[in-house]
């Protein structure tokens, strides 16, 4: 199994519709989750922490389960800016060495 | 605002040359990092530093190395580069959450 794991999509969403990604993770001991956006040729930019008992950030919501060894990232209203690649990162146990997943596309059209 | 520069975005390099990657943080970060992002690998870690002098592999190290002299700068060295080193190569720094360069479109021909 990979240390983390994505769906890489495409997800093909209309303006306006709510979508969801998760991302499974292996190490049962890692303490840290994190989503970053990376836009087409750019770097990667932290989008949000993820905390246990979830969190919200405008239309951005981050879920961690960590019974299931999981977390998601559900967007809500989805805008053409939110065309993206999301990745998931999870760092390592006791260290800030992170793992990225290989990312999953959206792409929001009219 | 944090800021990560990397020395240049693109470049073209020959097989044999040795090639020097250079990053630089204004943060006054701990930790480097540098990765490099193939499609369909996403990004892999291929060494990091936790202080100056100090250097740890990630999990691609083979065929680099790396220079930390100072605090704000961390350099990477393709000792002889080979075609399979054509990459994006991605700078970060940070604690928790890392903050990258723009990165370095490294062709070897």
């Known amino acids: 199994r990979k240390e983390v794991e994505q769906d890489p999509g495409p997800f093909n969403v209309p303006e306006g519709a709510t979508v969801a990604f998760n991302c499974t993770y292996s190490n049962s001991a890692s303490q840290s989750f994190f989503w970053y956006r990376q836009d087409c040729r750019k770097e990667p930019k932290l989008l949000m922490s993820?905390?246990?008992s979830g969190n919200e950030d405008g239309r951005f919501t981050a879920q961690l389960n960590r019974a299931s060894q999981y977390i998601s990232l559900l967007i809500r209203d989805s805008k053409l800016s939110d065309s993206a690649t999301y990745l998931c990162?999870?760092?390592?146990?006791?260290?800030?060495?992170?793992?990225f997943g290989r990312g999953t596309s959206l792409i929001v059209h009219p | 605002d944090v800021k990560v520069t990397q020395s240049s975005r693109y470049l073209v390099k020959r097989t044999g040359e040795k090639v020097f990657l250079e990053c630089v943080q204004d943060m006054d970060h701990e930790n480097m990092f540098w990765y490099r992002q193939d499609p369909g690998l996403g990004l892999r870690l291929i060494y990091f530093s936790y202080d100056v002098k100090m250097k740890e592999k990630g999990d691609i190290p083979e065929g680099y190395s790396v220079s930390r002299e100072k605090k704000e700068r961390f350099s990477l060295i393709l000792e002889s580069a080979s075609t399979n080193q054509t990459s994006m190569y991605l700078c970060?720094?940070?604690?928790?959450?890392?903050?990258f360069g723009p990165g370095t479109r490294l062709t070897v021909l």
């Open positions: 970060a720094s940070g604690t928790a959450t890392q903050y």
């Open positions: 993820v905390y246990s």
């Open positions: 990162v999870v760092n390592r146990e006791g260290s800030y060495i992170p793992t």
